[in-house]
């Protein structure tokens, strides 16, 4: 993808920012979106997302012996600060990044729109994201196969349908809803199910 990225990804982790101010420490330590982790590790994975470099990641990779989730969790923990406010900090500092390991540059966006939602839906915070944003999140995700974190294999099926946006993608039972909440489902978040409709939607499920 272009570089038209970065203005939007940079756009969200300032957003992302200003809503991390103003949680107290308890917010900090709830349970995410993202199984297994709390508010605070999520926030410091986007810092380790925000630095990751294309020969950084392929070193790290090899280091975690080419496991994916043992490589975030390392990531994530070397983030961490000793606290949410040095977190939030690091995370300050990294906001204008343009690094990016070896993937398609929409995938920055991905990062930053669903572990938003990671972030912010436990602790009841909602945020409008821009639609293009959103959008070419779900195009990459629908198109990337899950080895590389994405659900292409989901896209036969179910056909999902975005109820807020003129875009329709996969083949087989129809899961309408918000396409912020299509994104969610599809990158396993079991809590976007419950604002989808259709006969798709349990399809959705063992995957989410």
């Not at 990671?118 to 959103?134: F, K, N, S």
């Amino acid at each position: 993808m272009k570089d038209d990225v970065w203005p939007m990804v940079h756009t969200e982790r300032a957003a992302l920012i200003d809503d991390l101010v103003h949680l107290d420490d308890e917010q900090w330590g709830k349970p995410s979106l993202c199984e297994g982790w709390t508010v605070h590790d999520v926030a410091a994975h986007l810092v380790d997302t925000a630095r990751a470099t294309r020969l950084g990641f392929v070193a790290g990779l090899v280091r975690a012996r080419f496991d994916f989730d043992r490589q975030n969790a390392r990531g994530m923990e070397r983030r961490r600060g000793a606290s949410p406010r040095e977190t939030l900090e690091r995370l300050r500092l990294g906001a204008s990044r343009r690094s990016t390991p070896p993937a398609p540059l929409d995938s920055r966006l991905v990062e930053e729109v669903v572990h938003g939602e990671d972030i912010r839906r436990p602790v009841g915070l909602t945020r409008t994201y821009p639609q293009e944003a959103v959008l070419r999140s779900l195009r990459l995700q629908a198109r990337t196969p899950a080895a590389f974190g994405g659900a292409k294999e989901l896209m036969v099926r179910a056909r999902l349908t975005a109820t807020d946006a003129d875009l329709s993608i996969g083949d087989g039972p129809e899961v309408s809803g918000p396409a912020l909440s299509l994104l969610l489902a599809i990158c396993g978040r079991r809590a976007a199910l419950e604002d989808l409709d259709g006969p798709g939607v349990a399809r959705l499920a063992p995957a989410a």
